[in-house]
């Protein structure tokens, strides 16, 4: 498995996502609170664009009456039905058994690291030969 650069951290603030391609495939990338989720960025359901879904968290009870809100910004909701995965693992809370999302894991590279590889980088060679541009396929 290769490893592809696909933001800067700067480009994904915290509570924000950003949707990338990484070899054909479509993937939603989720900045927690400086942890960083990848889901494949596709509904299980119906393939709706998780990307464009709202984050919202978990309102648990113990008892009537006693509500607690917690796991703010942690729950996707699918933006077409309203299917809701957890972004940390794209498990589903509609039947966590059988339904999830693939999830990518994403790490947190040093400048350097990246320069010295494993990553891939997609490139295309160009020269300049007498007044044209060539761009070698």
Same mark, same amino acid.
């Not at 700067?10 to 990338?20: C, D, H, N, S, Y």
């Not at 509500?67 to 794209?90: M, N, Q």
């Given at each position: 498995?290769? %490893?592809?650069?696909? &933001?800067?951290?700067?480009?994904?603030? @915290?509570?924000?996502?950003?949707?990338?391609? *990484? +070899?054909?495939?479509?993937?939603?990338?989720?900045?927690?609170?400086?942890?960083?989720?990848?889901?494949?960025?596709?509904?299980?359901?119906?393939?709706?664009?998780?990307?464009?879904?709202?984050?919202?968290?978990?309102?648990?009870?113990?008892?009537?009456?006693?509500? %607690?809100?917690?796991? &703010?910004?942690?729950?996707?909701?699918? @933006?077409?039905?309203?299917?809701?995965?957890? *972004? +940390?693992?794209?498990?589903?809370?509609?039947?966590?058994?059988?339904?999830?999302?693939?999830?990518?894991?994403?790490?947190?590279?040093?400048?350097?690291?990246?320069?010295?590889?494993?990553?891939?980088?997609?490139?295309?060679?160009?020269?300049?030969?007498?007044?044209?541009?060539?761009?070698?396929?």
């Amino acid at each position: 498995m290769s %490893k592809h650069v696909v &933001a800067t951290v700067a480009e994904i603030p @915290p509570g924000q996502r950003k949707l990338v391609t *990484v +070899r054909g495939r479509s993937i939603a990338v989720f900045n927690l609170d400086g942890e960083f989720f990848g889901l494949f960025n596709r509904c299980p359901h119906q393939g709706g664009p998780m990307c464009e879904g709202i984050l919202t968290g978990l309102i648990e009870s113990d008892e009537p009456g006693d509500y %607690k809100y917690s796991r &703010a910004g942690e729950i996707l909701r699918c @933006p077409w039905h309203g299917w809701e995965f957890d *972004v +940390r693992t794209g498990q589903s809370f509609c039947d966590p058994s059988k339904i999830s999302i693939r999830s990518y894991p994403m790490e947190v590279a040093p400048g350097q690291t990246v320069v010295q590889g494993p990553y891939v980088a997609e490139t295309i060679p160009v020269t300049i030969e007498e007044e044209y541009v060539v761009v070698e396929m």
